[in-house]
T-cell receptor, first 113, second 113 residues
Framework: GDSVTQMEGPVTLSEEACLTI???????????LFWYVQYPGEGLQLLLK?????DKGSNKGFEATYRKETTSFHLEKGSVQVSDSAVYFC????????????FGEGTQLTVNP | GAGVSQSPSNKVTEKGKDVELRCDPI?????LYWYRQSLGQGLEFLIY????????KSGLPSDRFSAERTGGSVSTLTIQRTQQEDSAVYLC???????????FGPGTRLTVL
């Protein structure tokens, strides 16, 4: 079946450091790819998405590019802030599965001042 | 406008008891999803409702789990004869249509003693 694999956490960075959280997927067909974020004490929120190969999703300084050749959707940010501390989930959906989300394990990010 | 709401926010129950978890989706959203977030299993899909179509129950882990959606709006997830492994955060999400962004509620934290 379809699956998503994220780099293991937790990840601890200093403010203004560069961030990369790796995400790879296994899926038949043409999935859409997402990054969701869960801030402490809050619900899951969509951070960015990409619906086809070579698309780049971006939001709040975060970016991820849909790479079909490497089946990857790595999350990147050039300069993290303390407020970026959260759990990040990579996920996919497919039309054939009613757009249910298949999530990766989640990566805890802590940014220290 | 109001987001997805869930009640109760926390539920503690004894093993063997039945519990009901409620989800109020965003008004006008035709698609509704239940997910479960647990330490051992991560975020996993449970069930999906789309309009008046038969629900996709393929993610329900056992026949102790059931859900209904009345009048195309409020949904109730019922767990019968709860077990300790049912302890998790149960998340509800809704979307305008099946292919649109899913908006998540804050979740219900279920603890089975």
């Amino acid at each position: 079946g379809d699956s998503v694999t994220q780099m293991e956490g937790p990840v601890t960075l200093s403010e203004e450091a560069c961030l990369t959280i790796n995400c790879t997927y296994t899926a038949t067909g043409y999935p859409s790819l997402f990054w969701y974020v869960q801030y402490p004490g809050e619900g899951l929120q969509l951070l960015l998405k990409a619906t086809k190969a070579d698309d780049k999703g971006s939001n709040k300084g975060f970016e991820a590019t849909y790479r079909k050749e490497t089946t990857s959707f790595h999350l990147e940010k050039g300069s993290v802030q303390v407020s970026d501390s959260a759990v990040y989930f990579c996920a996919l959906t497919k039309e054939t599965s009613g757009s249910r989300l298949t999530f990766g394990e989640g990566t805890q990010l802590t940014v220290n001042p | 406008g109001a987001g997805v709401s869930q009640s109760p926010s926390n539920k503690v129950t004894e093993k063997g008891k039945d519990v009901e978890l409620r989800c109020d989706p965003i008004s006008g959203h035709t698609a509704l999803y239940w997910y479960r977030q647990s330490l051992g299993q991560g975020l996993e899909f449970l069930i999906y409702f789309q309009g008046n179509s038969a629900p996709d129950k393929s993610g329900l882990p056992s026949d102790r789990f059931s859900a209904e959606r009345t009048g195309g709006s409020v949904s109730t997830l019922t767990i019968q004869r709860t077990q300790q492994e049912d302890s998790a955060v149960y998340l509800c999400a809704s979307s305008l249509n099946w292919a649109d962004e899913q908006f998540f509620g804050p979740g219900t934290r279920l603890t089975v003693l």
